[in-house]
């Protein structure tokens, strides 16, 4: 039995020496980086300019790049008298060389005349679905919205702005990628 016994405590030691040899351990640092947040500012409106509408109405398409079109439909651009045509014009900035997306909205917005009569504005597209914030401190990147209006048949003259009562305005919204 004594032998037994010693051959059990002989066993033991080895066995607590094999494992300690093969047990290792090591540290490691935890960091992290708090960007500086992003904001989005609003620097030009968007504006469809003048125009006149026949009795079918239609659709007019305003590019992220400020270039206006007739889309579909009776109306008809003047060429005198264009008044101020501009895609909705954004600066985002916030970290240095962070990238960022862009959403525009997916629901259309109302411009009305304050007076009951209301035209829709939709199909927002922006310059670009993805920006990159310049090196400088702080980081930042202008882009374009543009949208299609949808000019009601024999629609009622007037001027029409989603400031008025009745109007809805949209909202752009960029978010660190």
């Avoid at 962070?98 to 959403?103: D, N, R, V």
């Amino acid at each position: 039995m004594k032998k037994l016994t010693k051959l059990f405590a002989l066993t033991i030691v080895l066995v607590s020496l094999t494992a300690s040899t093969f047990a290792q351990s090591a540290t490691a640092t935890a960091a992290a980086t708090i960007l500086t947040p992003i904001t989005l500012a609003k620097n030009v409106d968007m504006n469809f300019g003048n125009m006149a509408v026949g009795s079918f109405g239609g659709t007019v398409l305003l590019t992220a790049g400020g270039v206006r079109s007739i889309a579909s439909g009776d109306v008809a651009f003047l060429t005198a008298n264009t008044g101020t045509i501009a895609a909705a014009q954004f600066t985002a900035s916030g970290t240095s060389s962070a990238t960022y997306a862009i959403t525009v909205p997916g629901a259309p917005a109302l411009i009305t005349d304050g007076a009951g009569h209301s035209m829709s504005v939709g199909a927002f597209t922006s310059s670009s679905a993805t920006g990159t914030l310049s090196a400088a401190t702080p980081g930042i990147q202008s882009f374009t919205v543009g949208a299609t209006l949808t000019v009601g048949a024999s629609q009622a003259a007037g001027s029409y702005s989603s400031s008025n009562a009745g109007g809805s305005s949209f909202t752009v919204t960029v978010n660190y990628n």
